[in-house]
């Protein structure tokens, strides 16, 4: 098993450097433990580090001038935070919140873009990812707008399992409403289904999921869409 700082390596972007890149900008990655809730970047306030996830999950948030919130887009153990910041902007576009607890490497914005910019296949990767999380942006206005909220739940629901490293995980309605951009009764109503269903247990704002293979089925086809597109990004060369 990879390892960086003492501490497994789950990342799979930082799991594709070679050995010597990842020992070389070694001493720049700082561990972070990752609570629930911990804002990593404020909208327009400027982006001092980037987190590579290697556990959990951070949402990419919209918040509107009334206050609501939604869910926009997220990283997991496949990237990284604010990968824009590398290349033509300082400034966060969104709100960035840890919503599943867990850990990152987090590494300053100014080193990693000079890495980046000395290293093509390192810059291509980066940009590859890059482009895959504007795309899930559109992706996940068009599964807001086209697909049901059973659905969309049981998407959300697959993704934080797979960057949370195990079954069980905590996860609040009120979390689950803002990824969703629903009220919390809509959350409640659908996280009831699945529970009666016997995909998932849900108690004192833990989930622990019972059958993965009934969520993917149930699911819309933006998950499966958005890992196939990373199982391409992340194909050995």
Known sequence: MLSLKGEPLHNRLLRTLKPNELDRLAGAFEFEALSAG?????????VRYVHFVNRG???MIKTMRDGRTVEVGGVGIEGVTAPHALFDGESAVLDTVVQI?????RIARDILA???ASNPQFRRLIQNYARFTMAQLAQTAA??????????CCRWLL????????????????????MLGVQRP????AAAMLRKAGLVDYKRGTVTILDRKGLEDMACECYASARDELDVIFAPA
């Not at 993704?159 to 803002?178: C, G």
């Open 38 to 46: 911990q804002v990593i970047d404020r909208m327009n306030s400027p």
């Open 57 to 59: 999950f951070v949402s």
């Open 101 to 105: 607890p867990g850990s990152a490497f």
């Open 114 to 116: 000079r890495e980046v």
């Open 143 to 152: 599964c807001n707008r086209l697909h049901s909220l059973e659905e969309r």
């Open 159 to 178: 993704v934080a399992h797979d960057s949370a490293l195990t079954d069980r995980f905590p996860l609040t309605h009120e979390f689950l409403a803002t």
């Open 186 to 189: 809509s959350v409640s109503l």
